[in-house]
């Protein structure tokens, strides 16, 4: 069997789950892949693999790899390491071949940041610095269109270029350098994917077909509507009912996944079971709520509040721009409703014992780490797992496999097959479709608890700037959040609150002000679970003297409170120091309405704390102290000042902070694309032509603006375009140049 080592490095489990894709498909093209997570150093090395290797990388935080790749990035960033340290894994064993590692990569990210892909750009980057070469070309997977677009293509491709490189090896182990010579088609070109043809590997199945678990192909029955059928649907789809073409189309699919897990359900017998959560991040704080406030008002389009929190009796420290991360459970009326469609309400208090069934047809298959062993089945949907979690193909597929009634299996197969990739974007991704209406939808559909262990992924503790100064505030940590509803339209409407913000607004609910109780009573102060994240370079510059102009929309004017808080001690304590001028640039609704912290911010204005304070309102013409200029958007107020802050940034070496929500226009673009009747072979020629080139809408708000970091980033281009006299290009590589050196930061989320 023709080995290829396979490593990914995931933060959600994404990067994993394309990984084990890999390895699954991988028999059956005559493969055999090593499976590894990129942490798992001990379990291989490079430095003496001789296969061809294969990365999957996902892309976390600001541009940065995920956790589990960084100690790998640490090593392989030795600035001591030979450049030919991978030069021993050639492709031919002649003193005449080229000394080269053989390397394909996948990485994954969201076009919607700045640093698309970077995860895997840095991984692939320095491989080939340290002699790897490319047997097949990297892939840069969009997650803001839809990774599958990339995906699928990425992996059909892969077997092809396997192919190549062993029988390239093959060749010159038999004929030398001279087969090389001899025989074009063994170089060690790599391989381009071809993104168009996306379903050489993949099989169709049968509706009637229930037991296939394999790729194999077989028709099924198409009627002939005519040409315009082609085109023109005589009904809109729905989550449970397709409309043509794709009704009576036949069906690529994927594969369905081997189940791996058994799950052993045992009586408690008198146990009492720890409430606290049990997670990977380290350390742990169980903190106080000591404050709440709501900050906007109640006729405003958001609900914002800000929450306090005792740090006094923990060694929990922070600097303005830190993050930190919130432990939080899933609802529990939503936990009693999976659990009672599941028919496993009556047994909530059962321990689960999971062990890998001994027959299972999955490579390298391991318990999940994130479902601990001994605790009850109703710990672990409260507490473990994202049972909110969008439902890849693969999971689909799977409660296929377990649906009786024909045509819910057929509709689920539709919405996990290529041909259905328009009604899984539309009905499952941008409906932010769960687990449980999925369940809802299909009655007939009776997963095992196995299964869903198998599929549902951790649930990810939530991460939150900080919005105070420790010098400021001693003891105390301040946060701002918008209460995140959205309504989920799958078979009925559903108004769903964000699994943290939801959580966080009902528990604080009783000491909220100022909707608190005025009968002198105080309520107990609520606690909650945080830990603090990984150090990051969103902090104000180490000399005062810069200039520093901060751009913050909505709740992104968090971290901008932490600064201009500790940024009034320093002065405070340094009154002859020299202080560079300081720049806000924020962005609301309504002045009436959603102008955060405004007494706080004019305070700071007049102390000269803050030198210039921009404010423009989205929703209505801007009149007042701050507001002298009528701009609707932060990058208007940007743009209207543009000289100044070009030069502050360029001859004064100033530093500009942008910080707010990520740009959902090209969601927004797909859902035109996609909600129209029918599954246009037009809207999904769009919708690929977005996969491939990042496809952006103007449709910004100046509240947690719509794709504000790029308007922001193009008016920086423009104004230091003008200041410079240069063309847009010159202007963008000196913006570039800002970003190496950390004198222009985003914290986009």
Known sequence: MRRFLLLYATQRGQAKAIAEEICEKADAHGFSADLHCISESDKYDLRTEAAPLVVVVSTTGNGDPPDTARKFVKAIQDKTLPGDLLAHLRVHATPSCVLTA?????????????????????????????????????????????????????????????????????????????????????????????????????????????GRRDSEVSEQNVVNRGPSSVWIADFESSLTQSAPPLSQASLNIPASPPEYLQVDLQEALGQEESHAPVTSVDPVFHVPVSKAVQLTTNDAVKTTLLIELDISKTDFSYQPGDAFSVICPNSDSEVERLLQRLQLADRREHRVFLKIKADTKKKGAALPQHVPEGRSLQFLFTWCLEIRAVPKKAFLRALAEHSSDGAERRRLQELCSRQGTADYNRLIRDARACLLDLLLAFPSCQPPLGLLLEHLPKLQPRPYSCASSSLSHPGKLHFIFNIVEFSSHTTAEVLRRGVCTGWLATLVEPILQPNARADGEKAPAPKIYIAPRTANSFHLPGEPSAPVIMVGPGTGIAPFIGFLQHREKLQEHHPAGHFGATWLFFGCRHKDRDYLFRDELRHFLKCGILTHLKVSCSREAPAGEEEEAPAKYVQDSIQRHGQQVARALLQERGYVYVCGKRNTGVTSARKNCFGQKGQSCWALFVYTLASLFTLFVEDSVSGDAKNMAKDVNDTLVDIISKEVGGGKLEAMKMLATLKEEKRYLQDIW
Request: glycine fraction near 12%; include cysteine.
């Open 102 to 210: 053989c390397l394909g990569s996948l990485g994954l990210g969201d076009s919607e940041y700045t640093y698309f892909c970077n995860g895997g750009k840095i991984i692939d980057k320095r491989l080939q610095e340290l002699g790897a070469q490319h047997f097949y070309d990297t892939g840069h997977a969009d997650d803001c269109v839809g990774l599958e677009l990339v995906v699928e293509p990425w992996i059909n491709g892969l077997w092809a270029a396997l192919e190549k490189h062993f029988a390239s090896r093959r060749g010159n182990e038999m004929n030398g350098a001279v087969a090389m010579a001899s025989n074009p088609s063994l170089s060690l070109e790599p391989v381009t994917p071809e993104v168009s043809h996306i379903d050489s590997q993949v099989g169709l199945l049968r509706l009637d077909d229930s």
